[in-house]
């Protein structure tokens, strides 16, 4: 015969589950969470020197100038004057430190351009816009702008 039973053996199971279940995500816990985690705060302080250890992919435009300033001299005549390179022409590091195999991308003016001068709502009203079809039918943007000095005056 079994012996009685006390009526909350059953809340007595569960709890006991559930501390199972706690320890092992103690357990889980503590071989899943490296060791320098949470050293100067809510994340793995190694991850700084994994960042630091990647090659930069954006030169910055002071290089682009030492070797191209015939076109810094150019973009400063009109408003493109602080767009900077590498916000058109993309990351270009590898270039801009003489490796010249690693060729700048063809651009594709028309998609480029559009990216900041197509009417939009959200657009600063002051900010230069077209309607590419009103404004150029399906011509390119640089048939007409120079895309260093995009200006007429
Ligand atoms: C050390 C000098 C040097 C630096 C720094 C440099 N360039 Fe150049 N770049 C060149 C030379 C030389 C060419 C011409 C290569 C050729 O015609 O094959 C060139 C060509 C280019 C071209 C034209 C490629 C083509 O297909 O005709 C672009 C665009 C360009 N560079 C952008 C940049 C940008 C943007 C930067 C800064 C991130 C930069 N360059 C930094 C020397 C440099
Ligand atoms: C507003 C976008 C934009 C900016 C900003 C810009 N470029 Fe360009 N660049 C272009 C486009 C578009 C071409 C045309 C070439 C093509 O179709 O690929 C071009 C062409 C070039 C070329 C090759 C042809 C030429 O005109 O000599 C070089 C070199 C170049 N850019 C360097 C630079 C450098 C250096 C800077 C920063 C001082 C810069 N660009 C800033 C859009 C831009
Ligand atoms: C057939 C020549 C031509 C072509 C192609 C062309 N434009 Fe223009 N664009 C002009 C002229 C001329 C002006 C100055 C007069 C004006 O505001 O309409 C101008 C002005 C602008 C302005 C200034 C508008 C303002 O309100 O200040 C922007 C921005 C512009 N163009 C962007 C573009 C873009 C982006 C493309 C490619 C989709 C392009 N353009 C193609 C001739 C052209
Ligand atoms: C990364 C954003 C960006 C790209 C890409 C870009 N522009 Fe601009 N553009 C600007 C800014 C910012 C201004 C200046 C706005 C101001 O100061 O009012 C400007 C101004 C202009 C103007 C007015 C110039 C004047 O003197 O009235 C024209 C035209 C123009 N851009 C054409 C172009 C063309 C053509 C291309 C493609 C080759 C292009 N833009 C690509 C950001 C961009």
Do not use: W
């Amino acid at each position: 015969m079994f012996g009685r039973r006390r009526h909350y053996d059953h809340v007595l199971r569960v709890l006991g589950l559930f501390g199972m279940g706690f320890a092992l995500f103690l357990f889980a816990r503590y071989f899943l969470i490296p060791a320098d985690f949470g050293v100067y705060g809510f994340y793995r302080a190694g991850a700084l020197d994994d960042v630091k250890a990647q090659a930069p992919v954006y030169a910055g435009e002071t290089l682009c100038l030492d070797c191209h300033s015939d076109i810094g001299e150019l973009r400063q005549e009109g408003l493109h004057a602080n767009v900077r390179c590498e916000s058109c022409h993309g990351p270009l590091a590898q270039h801009a430190s003489g490796d010249f195999d690693a060729k700048p991308d063809a651009l594709n003016p028309r998609r480029l351009c559009l990216q900041c001068h197509a009417t939009q709502i959200g657009l600063p009203v002051s900010h230069p816009n077209v309607v590419a079809v009103d404004h150029a039918g399906d011509m390119v943007c640089t048939d007409c702008h120079l895309p260093h000095r995009p200006g007429f005056n």
